[in-house]
């Protein structure tokens, strides 16, 4: 059985074949769940957790690729985008529809968070600093993002490049996260703030 895997990866990587295939030679070779109407670039560069399931999303996979891990569960109308980055996604962590990825500088997401409706995760940052050059032509500059286990991201919040969101977070909705939040902080606003933390963590204000 395994080398009709390899035969059928190779053929993938040289030639189209119809998605609704290629999302079952994913989810049999993954043992996953993977939608036939999700869209998927470079198949070969995803890896999936035993039970993982896909809906309807568009995942775009270059670079190092995406991981998604046991039990994840992407919904429809999910972007994932590697940018010629990475983008781990951890064990049981749920990602609502509408929400987008964008990994050029990597992104990871650890296991057990709840990314809500809508929100938007970018690993990059448009340069503005070069006088004289239009800013289209100045390209992007790239830190990375990582976000603990156990985090919940509500509806519409913005995380950017180059922080960190520790265990247990939890960042309101609307929130623009543009710095580090500690483990077990509450943090709302624009841009976001602790404004506490969680009931029986003592840790002060970050």
Known sequence: ?????????????????????????????????????????????????????????????????VDIGVDAYVHDDVLIDCQLGSIEIGARTTINSFSALYGAGGIRIGAGCLIATSTVIVASEHR????????????????????????WLAAGVRVLDGIAIGQGAVVGANAVVNRTIPAFAVAAGIPARVIKMRPGFDEQKG
């Open 128 to 151: 503005f600093d070069l006088p004289g050059i239009p800013i289209q032509q100045q390209g992007s500059i790239t830190a990375g993002i990582d976000i603990g286990d156990d985090v």
């Open 1 to 65: 059985m395994l080398p009709l895997f390899r035969s059928i990866g190779r053929a993938i990587k040289l030639r189209p074949v119809p998605g609704c295939l290629t999302n079952l030679w994913l989810s049999i070779r993954w043992n996953a769940a993977v939608s036939p109407r999700a869209r998927v670039s470079r198949p070969w560069l995803l890896r999936l957790g035993r039970g993982a399931q896909l809906g309807a999303c568009t995942i775009e996979c270059s670079g190092k690729g």
